[in-house]
């Protein structure tokens, strides 16, 4: 009878002890089994002040026109995030290579501010034109101080992309002045946004776009969304624009 109970007692232990782990695994095959099977990659481009990840997710067909798009390099522009999420999310991209950056300053977008956890402007900090500003547009101790502007930088001149479209919030408008206006018009009728000049109020100094332009064949530009955007027009509709104007399709 002892060795009958030892013998009961032996496998409900061990029944018990696989229990969680067929939970565990059941949990991992859930959150594993949606996949998303537009992404080819994904690459840590550096970490910001705080230690958090900067995620670039790898899309469509290499040897294809290199495209890089970011979004929240400000943290309170946070909505249109979505259009890159989007498009990480949904169907394969055909002919293009390209690359999304959901968020580019990940403090900034934790504390809700346009700032990195420095209380640097990211978008006043790279090498092109800098000054020392001061407020809201603080442009950090000297130009690339931080390691969120270091990551960038690194990335983009590792890959060169022919195009990099930057969005950010509320301005409502596509910059036409810029390296290259005809494809800057083209893009902003196809997302319904108002063909601008942007100049920061005078305060353009040290930007993302600037330094790129100054430095790479390739040209980059601003798109500017107003400070609400609806659901459907982030997630299906901005989507499918960028992609046209870009000379890629989704796969069927």
């Known amino acids: 009878m002892l060795r009958v109970s030892l013998a009961l007692m032996l496998v409900v232990g061990a029944i018990a002890w696989l229990a969680p782990s067929a939970t565990n695994a059941a949990g991992s095959a859930t959150t594993a089994a949606a996949p998303r099977s537009a992404v080819i990659g994904k ?22 026109k290199r495209v890089v798009v970011i979004s929240t390099m400000h ?46 402007d990211l978008n006043r900090n790279y090498p092109y034109r800098w000054v020392d500003l001061d407020g809201n547009y603080e442009s950090g101790p000297k130009a690339g101080s931080e390691p969120e502007t270091q990551a960038m930088m690194a990335f983009l001149s590792e890959i060169r992309p022919s195009r990099v479209v930057s969005f950010h919030q509320p301005l409502n408008g596509v ?4 390296k290259r206006p005809r494809f800057a018009k083209r893009l902003a009728t196809a997302l319904r946004l108002p063909k601008v000049s942007l100049n920061c109020g005078g305060m353009c100094h040290g930007t993302m776009t600037m330094w790129f332009n100054a430095t790479f ?33 989704f796969a069927r």
Request: no cysteine; net charge positive.
């Open 43 to 64: 690459r840590v481009l550096g970490h910001s002040v705080d230690g958090r990840p900067i995620v670039a997710w790898h899309l469509g067909q290499p040897g294809r």
């Open 75 to 120: 943290g309170n522009e946070r909505a249109t995030r979505r259009i890159l999420t989007s498009l990480r999310d949904g169907r394969p991209i055909r002919g293009l290579d390209l690359w999304v950056i959901p968020v580019y300053n990940p403090d900034g977008l934790r504390a809700n501010t346009r700032r990195n956890a420095h209380g640097v």
């Open 175 to 178: 910059d036409v002045n810029t």
């Open 217 to 249: 064949p390739g040209a980059a530009l601003t798109v500017e969304y107003p400070a609400r955007i609806g659901h459907r027009r982030a997630s299906v509709q901005a989507p499918r624009a960028l992609i046209r104007v870009l000379g890629g399709r």
